[in-house]
């Protein structure tokens, strides 16, 4: 069975950049495209990155385009999403997927306050 796990997330100030990072277990990592999605509160789920197998190619939600930076560390089953200049609107509950969201791990939630 997939499982993911995200983790660092946590409470930061307007402006931070903490990275979070998801281990996938339970598939051939290398073979799946990943996203990273948010869901914030009231929010429908939204997808904000996406990586390439071969982490070739990457491509980002409108609202974090610029600022979040996602990578992919192949022989430790391991994504990664570096956030940079973290606004309020920030605020989620992060999760790391394939692309046939079969599963959905528990998230790492971000909160982005004063």
């Known amino acids: 069975q997939f499982q993911f796990v995200e983790t660092g997330g946590g409470s930061v100030q307007p402006g931070g950049s903490p990275r979070l990072s998801c281990v996938a277990s339970?598939?051939?990592?290398?073979?799946?495209?990943m996203r990273w999605y948010r869901q914030a509160p009231g929010r429908e789920r939204e997808m904000v990155a996406e990586?390439?197998?071969?982490?070739?190619?990457?491509y980002y939600g409108e609202c974090v385009k610029g600022r979040f930076s996602v990578s992919r560390d192949n022989a430790k089953n391991t994504m990664y999403l570096q956030m940079n200049d973290l606004k309020s609107e920030d605020t989620a509950v992060y999760y790391c997927?394939?692309?046939?969201?079969?599963?959905w791990g528990q998230g790492t939630q971000v909160i982005v306050s004063t």
């Open positions: 997927n394939n692309l046939l969201t079969r599963v």
């Open positions: 339970g598939l051939d990592f290398i073979a799946h495209p």
């Open positions: 990586i390439t197998r071969n982490s070739d190619r990457t």
